[in-house]
């Protein structure tokens, strides 16, 4: 079998590095085709994976032009004749587009000329980004979703939201039976090394803050949260990591701003970002996690905190909230409302025993190990026509 794989973010986070990574384990051919925005060309090189299946690759495209940011139609035309210059379809037997309007667009223009199934993933960007800055072409979009054989969402909540607000009733109706839930994978480095230290809370509740450090994360709300409680007589630390966050949205204005808001604060600590081994060592020092973060996809970043028997602040009516009930494995805050973020860690506090308890009886690997969902993938592939 031979996937095509259109990515236009490949190289900015290791997700889709990971399922290519699993499939290729599975003996899956894989084309993985990168059409890159003028501002990512970078990222060439980035995540080069060794594969082991013959035939398998990586092709970069950098033909997009920085007018391409506003030129829609003819964005998706120049990536479909480079993709045709630079790639074999002959061979190809299905294509899975990482996201709808930009990666589906392009697998649809070369299902209606060369018949090939696609499915694809519906992702932020699609929602937060095309059906707002280009509102004229969701009938477009409409039909990229009507030619899809299946539709991916990674979370229950960005599923609800767009079936129930994005679309019409029409087009929901025809195509909900196609429509299914995914969630991405946990990196294999804490799944191997989950905690097996059961969490207590001995009066003094130390947070911790794991993202880069740029509006949307929502660190300083996080920040003046802790300060209103600790005004409550409640003694809370914060260990933020992630300044300097490679391949993210960097915000040297916001990162002063951080620094400033932490500055005489000894229950602050900011510091730059770690690798994996390094983050599972500071989650075992911590009580909780907190990243109310909008908008937000995933977060891969809360099940890395659930491995580590870590209960979660997280963003209400975001990607991860409706995987489990309010108040089982944490409580949803509103994103940008330090009082919501304040009031979300005191009845985490209140009730910390109970949750931590849930935490601890998690079964991760089921639903959130890469090899699981890899063959989640492989069996889609072999229905799509």
Not at 295 to 324: H, N, R, W
Request: glycine share 6%.
């Amino acid at each position: 079998m031979h996937i095509l794989h259109i990515s236009n973010s490949y190289g900015g986070t290791k997700v889709y590095e990971n399922l290519y990574t699993q499939l290729d384990k599975l003996g899956v051919r894989q084309t993985v085709f990168v059409p890159l925005n003028a501002a990512n060309h970078s990222r060439v090189g980035n995540q080069m994976i060794d594969f082991q299946t013959p035939g398998s690759k990586i092709v970069y495209s950098t033909v997009l032009k920085p007018r391409h940011r506003f030129l829609y139609m003819d964005k998706i035309n120049t990536i479909v004749k480079d993709l045709k210059k630079n790639v074999d379809l002959s061979s190809v037997d299905a294509i899975h587009a990482s996201t709808l309007c930009l990666d589906g667009a392009v697998a649809y223009k070369l299902h209606q000329e060369i018949g090939i199934p696609y499915m694809c993933a519906i992702r932020n960007t699609d929602v937060n980004n095309y059906y707002k800055v280009f509102k004229w072409r969701k009938g477009f979009f409409s039909r990229i979703l009507k030619g899809a054989s299946k539709i991916i969402f990674i979370s229950p909540k960005y599923k609800e939201n767009f079936l129930g607000k994005i679309i019409t009733d029409a087009i929901r109706k025809e195509i909900e039976e196609r429509v299914m839930v995914i969630p991405n994978g946990v990196s294999d480095v804490f799944l191997a090394n989950k905690s097996t230290e059961h969490k207590t809370y001995d009066g003094v509740f130390n947070l911790i803050f794991v993202a880069a450090f740029y509006k949307g994360k929502g660190l300083l709300e996080t920040v003046q949260a802790i300060d209103q409680l600790r005004n409550k007589g409640y003694k809370i630390t914060l260990n933020a990591i992630g300044k300097g966050l490679p391949n993210r949205p960097h915000d040297a204005d916001y990162e002063a701003q951080v620094e400033t808001l932490a500055a005489g604060k000894d229950w602050v600590r900011t510091q730059t970002f770690k690798k994996p081994e390094e983050i599972i060592a500071e989650m075992r020092k911590a009580n909780a996690f907190v990243m109310v973060s909008k908008p937000e996809t995933f977060g891969l970043v809360y099940v890395e905190a659930l491995s580590q028997y870590l209960p979660i602040i997280y963003a209400k009516g975001q990607g991860f909230d409706g995987f489990y009930p309010d108040g089982f494995v944490g409580y949803p805050a509103e994103a940008g409302n330090a009082e919501s973020i304040a009031e979300k860690i005191e009845n985490l506090i209140n009730n910390y025993s109970s949750v931590a308890n849930n935490v601890e009886s998690l079964n991760l690997d089921e639903d959130f190990d890469w090899s699981n969902i890899g063959k989640k993938y492989l069996s889609i592939y072999k229905t799509l026509q």
